[in-house]
């Protein structure tokens, strides 16, 4: 079966960028997107399309996907950035989720 | 506005079964492909099934084929979770999420509902 890896938390300071990975085989042949997740809300789409932002995502999400790796890019990170962030990808009538990443700024 | 509501979680036995059910407002549902997706507590998100707008294409996780059957009533703007011989690991928040098209990602989910398996 299809597998996303993540690593499991990233950190980052105020005003810098953070960049999360997800891994999978031949990842940058399909779409991925991301969803932001903070404790106790449901998941909001960030990314779609690999590099879409949905209408109200701020400009300082963007996304990538080439090769195995898809990476999602927080420029200029804020506090309210901090959260768990899941990517996505279809795979042979399933979808799958990446493990997720934690982004700690502090 | 999209809203999606879901309803029908509560403590179930290992064994038993319950429904889950999510309705939908604010935008034409039967243009929209639906999924389930469930998060254990302190864990990720695990897709769990989907089903096309006129519920010709229904897809499972394989940790649920078998025991659960996804519906839809695009009269009455609903998705169903039917869920059978429910275990332990079943236990999780599950969330009903809109998807503009097969499956690549979902625009708008729900608040979530929290199924209990336990004894």
Redesign the interface.
């Known amino acids: 079966?299809y597998e996303l890896t993540q690593p499991p938390s990233v950190s980052v300071s105020p005003g810098q960028t953070a960049s999360i990975t997800c891994s999978g085989d031949k990842l940058g042949d399909r779409?991925a997107?991301w969803?932001q997740?903070k404790p106790g809300q449901?998941?909001?789409?960030v990314i779609?399309?690999d590099s879409k932002r949905?209408s109200g995502i701020p400009e300082r999400f963007s996304g990538s996907n080439s090769g195995n790796t898809a990476t999602l890019t927080i420029s200029g990170t804020q506090a309210m950035d901090e959260a768990?962030f899941?990517c996505?990808a279809?795979d042979n009538?399933?979808?799958?989720?990446?493990?997720?990443t934690k982004l700690t700024v502090l | 506005e999209v809203q999606l509501v879901e309803s029908g979680g509560g403590l179930v036995q290992p064994g038993g079964s319950l429904r889950l059910s999510c309705a939908a407002s604010g935008f034409i549902f039967s243009s929209y492909s639906m999924n389930w997706v469930r998060q254990a507590p302190g864990k990720g998100l695990e897709w769990v099934s989907y089903i096309s707008t006129s519920s010709n294409t229904i897809y499972y996780a394989d940790s649920v084929k078998g025991r659960f059957t996804i519906s839809r009533d695009n009269a009455k703007n609903s998705l169903y979770l039917q869920m059978n011989s429910l275990r332990d690991e079943d236990t999780a928040v599950y969330y009903c999420a809109r998807d503009p098209g097969g499956g690549d990602y979902f625009d708008y989910w729900g608040q979530g509902t929290l199924v209990t398996v336990s004894s």
């Open positions: 079966s779409f997107c969803y997740q449901s998941p909001v789409l779609y399309h949905p768990d899941y996505q279809w009538s399933t979808v799958v989720f990446g493990g997720g």
